[in-house]
Nanobody
Framework: QVQLVESGGGLVQAGGSLRLSCAASSGRTFNSYTMGWFRQAPGKERGFVAAIWWGRSITQYADSVKGRFTISRDNAKNTVYLQMNSLKPEDTATYYC????????????????????WGQGTQVTVSS
């Protein structure tokens, strides 16, 4: 099991930027985990935003955020980041990070049910 704590959310105007952080506390080496960011708006299902694989740190993005968001990890700090630029009102949601030790695959890392551990979420609100 790994404990995840997200931070960095807030209120920002459209076109602005935020950087989310997800700090992991685990007895396992952090770089063994594939990490994902998901988001959930009121009345909607939790959806994929970005993922970063263990080891080679392959990254994946949802089409809606490609070119605007960047996922990265600092294994020395047990932290994964989501840099969000050019924010839009439709990016408003609660953002969650997930972690798993399972072997990653391109389709699986986009699946919310594939992750074993979740943080409590951080709210991002983008005003128009």
């Amino acid at each position: 099991q790994v404990q995840l704590v997200e931070s960095g959310g807030g209120l920002v105007q459209a076109g602005g930027s935020l950087r989310l952080s997800c700090a992991a506390s685990s007895g396992r080496t952090f770089n063994s985990y594939t990490m994902g960011w998901f988001r959930q708006a009121p009345g909607k299902e939790r959806g994929f935003v970005a993922a970063i694989w263990w080891g080679r740190s392959i990254t994946q993005y949802a089409d809606s955020v490609k070119g605007r968001f960047t996922i990265s990890r600092d294994n020395a700090k047990n932290t994964v980041y989501l840099q969000m630029n050019s924010l839009k009102p439709e990016d408003t949601a609660t953002y969650y990070c997930g972690a798993t030790l399972k072997t990653p695959a391109p389709s699986r890392t986009r699946d919310v049910s594939w992750y074993d551990n979740w943080g409590q979420g951080t709210q991002v609100t983008v005003s128009s």
